[in-house]
C-alpha cells in the first residue's frame, strides 16, 4: 500500500482522528484557563497546538498526493 493510502486511512480513521481533536481541545483549555501571569504557559500550549497542526496536515498533505499526481497528468 502506498504512503497515500496509509495516510488516507489514518485521516479517515475516527478513533485517531477524534484523539488529535482531544489533544487539540486540552493545548486550547490550557491557553485558555491559563492566568494572566503564565504566558510561558500558554506560549507551550500554542507551540503544542501548532505542532499537532503540522503533523495532521503532513498526513493529509501525503493523502492528496495521489489527486494533486492525478491531475498533474492531465495537464501534461
Do not use: C, W
Not at 29 to 41: G, L, R, T, Y
Not at 44 to 59: E, S
Request: aromatic share 12%.
Amino acid at each position: 500500500m502506498m504512503k497515500a493510502q496509509f495516510a488516507l486511512n489514518l485521516i479517515n480513521d475516527e478513533f485517531f482522528m477524534g484523539e488529535v481533536e482531544a489533544i487539540k481541545k486540552s493545548y486550547m483549555d490550557e491557553i485558555v484557563n491559563s492566568q494572566p501571569e503564565h504566558f510561558e504557559e500558554r506560549e507551550n500550549a500554542y507551540r503544542g497546538l501548532l505542532a499537532v497542526n503540522k503533523f495532521v496536515a503532513h498526513f493529509e498533505s501525503l493523502a492528496s498526493q495521489k489527486k494533486i499526481d492525478e491531475k498533474r497528468r492531465k495537464i501534461f
